[in-house]
Antibody
Framework: EVQLVESGGGLVQPGGSLRLSCAAS????????MDWVRQAPGKGLEWVGR??????????EYAASVRDRFTFSRDDSKNSLYLQMNNLKSEDTAVYFC?????????WGQGTLVTVSS | EIVLTQSPGTLSLSPGERATLSCRAS???????LAWYQQKAGQAPRLLMY???GRAPGIPDRFSGSGSGTDFTLTITSLEPEDFAVYYC?????????FGQGTKVEIK
């Protein structure tokens, strides 16, 4: 069974940084595209970006709202995807989910909460 | 960017009734990679359907998805009490990925 577990969320001040992790089990993450998605309190779902698979040299795409501040990376030895968030703003407050796409079927984790506040 | 428009915004129905939710894309969805999710307060989205008509494991067969290209539909044949929730569609065939704004299915 495929499982994704996000971690690393917490309270951070505006302008600060945070690194989220998404650990995969039951699947070789490097073979698959993965996304980060977020949901601000009381709002809908927002795509943050995509990390393509190893065959596509882990190329990345980002939403305009986070480009130049957020960076994705992978660690194959840990079967994990990471989200480095810099220069955080109050509007980045959200639950962050990672998703994986296996043979056209998405799988999601349970999310981790990031709160940006002074 | 593919814009997804869900309708209606709110659907007021009684248990046992049929629910029909629409998701319209501003351009064709690649490979019909259109998913439907159910979300309840305080919970992560739950995958219902993928690739427009594939039912996710463990999802009851009262849920079905149809459509292709730009027009997609989620149908719940007979609403159970646990089906009252918010439903989102997502296209994941191309970047940027996009979501609809959601349809709330509420008890009438």
């Amino acid at each position: 069974e495929v499982q994704l577990v996000e971690s690393g969320g917490g309270l951070v001040q505006p302008g600060g940084s945070l690194r989220l992790s998404c650990a995969a089990s039951g699947v070789t993450a490097s073979a698959h595209f993965m996304d980060w998605v977020r949901q601000a309190p009381g709002k809908g779902l927002e795509w943050v970006g995509r990390s393509k698979n190893k065959a596509n040299i882990y190329s990345t795409e980002y939403a305009a709202s986070v480009r130049d501040r957020f960076t994705f990376s992978r660690d194959d030895s840990k079967n994990s995807l990471y989200l480095q968030m810099n220069n955080l703003k109050s509007e980045d407050t959200a639950v962050y989910f990672c998703a994986i796409y296996i043979n056209g079927r998405p799988g999601w984790g349970q999310g981790t909460l990031v709160t940006v506040s002074s | 960017e593919i814009v997804l428009t869900q309708s209606p915004g709110t659907l007021s129905l009684s248990p046992g009734e049929r629910a029909t939710l629409s998701c319209r894309a501003s351009q064709s969805v690649s490979n019909n990679y259109l998913a439907w999710y159910q979300q309840k307060a305080g919970q992560a989205p739950r995958l219902l359907m993928y690739a427009a008509s594939g039912r996710a494991p463990g999802i009851p067969d009262r849920f079905s998805g149809s459509g292709s290209g730009t027009d997609f539909t989620l149908t719940i044949t007979s609403l159970e009490p646990e089906d009252f929730a918010v439903y989102y569609c997502q296209q994941y065939g191309s970047s940027p990925g996009t979501f609809g704004q959601g349809t709330k299915v509420e008890i009438k």
